[in-house]
Nanobody, 115 residues
Framework: QVQVVESGGGLVQPGGSLRLSCTAS????????MSWYRQAPGKERELVAI???????NYADSVKGRFTVSRDNGRNTVNLQMNSLKPEDTAVYFC?????????WGQGTQVTVSS
């Protein structure tokens, strides 16, 4: 079993910054793929960013140049640095972990961008 917990959500003004963190715990060894998704009100969940155990990254077009995903703590923690935030970024952000042919989700953390 793998447990996934996100943190760092909150309310920020447009143009502000926020840093999300996701920690995966359990019997994890070797490389894992960790991703950030988000779901805005009335919309489907969408992929935001991916980082592999080796550090390769990919981003959704809507966040390129503004968001940065990184890993630390022995590859069991992933961070999402969110800069130049827009109201359109408002959503519940979920951390996803792919490990040993299974998928695990965190509970989500709310990000609200508003004046």
């Amino acid at each position: 079993q793998v447990q996934v917990v996100e943190s760092g959500g909150g309310l920020v003004q447009p143009g502000g910054s926020l840093r999300l963190s996701c920690t995966a715990s359990g019997s994890i060894i070797g490389f894992v793929v960790m991703s950030w998704y988000r779901q805005a009100p009335g919309k489907e969940r969408e992929l935001v960013a991916i980082i592999t155990g080796s550090g390769s990254t990919n981003y959704a077009d809507s966040v390129k140049g503004r968001f940065t995903v990184s890993r630390d703590n022995g590859r069991n923690t992933v961070n999402l640095q969110m800069n130049s935030l827009k109201p359109e970024d408002t959503a519940v952000y979920f951390c996803n972990v792919r490990y040993s042919a299974r998928t695990y989700w965190g509970q989500g953390t709310q990000v609200t961008v508003s004046s």
